[in-house]
């Protein structure tokens, strides 16, 4: 990761932490990676990632005392507001960071923008989002308080979906960063973390879980669980 996008990124934040806004959006995607050493060993945990986006997951309903567009923050850092693709999800860009929002998908989906007016977007609303939204927790980084999945909902999600990428460098990327989350909750006698949210999931999930963690060879937590 470039020392320049780093700082960005910890610009950006320092600038919704300062509005109030960390307290209702989860941080999620290969950021998470990063903040994990803060819930680590710092001594053992590797935390180089690759990737030039924060993703931020906001919870349904959104619950603000006032309205704050979230593009007006940021916007004379250089970013642009732009409309992603044929659905229109909103998306902030800039050559060092951009940044998307999410919401869990609803009932059956849709493939529509959710509009949040609250913070002036629209987000892309995904599947099997809720499962990180209902196993958050915070973190202290860089004096601000920032909500993230628990690393084991992190890397079982990863264990969800990375076959649905259609991209091959992003899905040896998930498999990669969620192995590492796996590899260190174990070196750190957490197991029973990756155990007691594993047993919360659907049985469907699971079974996919543990299909894919055997299909590049990890055993090791596929027994686990």
Partial sequence: MEKKTF?????????????????????????????YKDYFNKESYMTSIRTSDIDFLVPIPVKLRKPDDMFDLVEDLGYIRIFSGEKGYVKFAHPELTIEFLVPEQGRGSDKPYPIPQLGINAQPLRYLHFLQDNAIR?????????????????????????????????????????????????????????????????????????????VGENEVADLL
């Avoid at 796996?182 to 543990?210: C, D, P, Y």
């Fill in 7 to 35: 700082d960005f990124c910890i610009e950006v934040l320092r600038r919704y932490h300062k509005a109030g806004l960390l307290e209702h959006v989860i941080i999620v995607g290969s950021w998470c990676i990063y903040f």
């Fill in 139 to 215: 973190l202290d980084f860089e004096g601000m308080s920032i909500r993230v999945p628990h690393p084991a909902a992190y890397a079982l999600h990863k264990f969800i979906i990375f076959m649905r990428r259609t991209k091959p460098d992003k899905r040896d990327r998930d498999i990669e960063g969620a192995l590492r989350v796996f590899r260190q909750l174990l070196a750190e006698g957490k197991s029973a973390s990756i155990k007691t949210i594993f047993g919360k999931m659907h049985r469907k999930w699971q079974t996919t879980i543990v299909k894919n963690l055997i299909s």
